[in-house]
């Protein structure tokens, strides 16, 4: 079994609704909403541990390249540089 997903290495979660806009229209309709949530590590493998699923592993994903910001101004994905180098 294989899950995806932001997580957080701690008792913390976060529930992130994005709303976009439409472009052509300056009334506040929304276009589209996106949900980016960051779930608790800790909170996930005991929910799995739980449930029978005894052996729990994680691999933190390193961002193995480098993306641009979106020209256009809207949403996408796009890699910035921390200050030791890594990517996010």
């Known amino acids: 079994m294989a ?8 008792l913390i979660e976060a529930k992130t ?7 052509n229209n300056y009334e506040g309709d929304i276009k589209n909403s996106l ?3 960051t ?3 800790p909170l996930i493998q005991k929910y799995l541990f739980d449930r ?3 052996n729990f592993l994680h691999t933190p994903f390193e961002m193995p390249i480098d ?4 020209a256009n101004g809207r ?3 796009y ?3 921390t200050t030791d180098g890594r990517r996010l």
């Open 39 to 41: 779930y608790s590590l």
């Open 79 to 81: 890699t910035e540089r």
């Open 67 to 70: 993306l641009p910001r979106n």
């Open 3 to 10: 899950f995806t997903s932001l997580f957080y290495n701690g």
């Open 17 to 23: 609704v994005i709303s976009e806009f439409n472009l």
């Open 52 to 54: 029978g699923y005894k």
């Open 75 to 77: 949403m996408g994905t």
């Open 35 to 37: 949900y980016y949530n």
